[in-house]
């Protein structure tokens, strides 16, 4: 991956710290990137689809994605993203409390790319979260932005 290119996040999470965090431990990071924030799955997928206020919203090269969501959840989101052709492509981090074994399949039987279930320790969080920049923003190779 060229090192000079900015990585396009979309966090979508409606818990306030999980988000505060997850900014603080990317704005520290080693891959420059810019951080875009939504608190739902529907605004996760006007967002995705440029309309409403996201009008002007860059394709993200990958979302890190919470299940538990306002107006449409994370299930759902993670389905439209993988049938729709314009963003199958985007990885996708769930990034969730959740450790149920239903989930978890049915995530990867939607083609999530990832599941973590997020720690409740406070260092852990910051762990996971800089694990994630290490190996989805440095080593992988992404797939091209359209």
């Known amino acids: ?5 900015m990585i396009n996040i979309l966090l979508v999470e409606d818990n306030p710290g999980d988000v505060r965090l997850t900014q603080e ?12 924030i939504v608190m739902d799955g529907e ?13 002007a919203a860059e394709t993200p090269d990958i979302v890190l994605l919470d299940l538990n969501l306002p107006k449409i ?12 052709p314009k963003l199958k492509r985007i990885p996708v981090i769930v ?5 149920a074994q239903a989930d978890i399949l049915k995530m990867y039987d939607n083609h999530a790319n990832c599941y973590i279930t ?17 190996f ?9 932005n359209e």
């Open 136 to 144: 989805w923003l440095t080593i992988v190779q992404l797939p091209p």
């Open 43 to 55: 605004e996760a997928l006007d967002y995705l689809h440029k309309r409403g206020k996201h009008t």
């Open 1 to 5: 991956m060229e090192s000079f290119r």
């Open 25 to 36: 431990v990317l704005k520290e990071g080693k891959i420059k990137n810019t951080l875009n």
């Open 73 to 84: 959840d994370g299930r759902e989101v993670l389905a439209h993203i993988k049938n729709e």
């Open 95 to 99: 990034l969730t409390t959740s450790d």
């Open 118 to 134: 997020k720690p409740v320790d406070f260092s852990q969080f910051i762990n996971v979260v800089r694990s994630i920049e290490d």
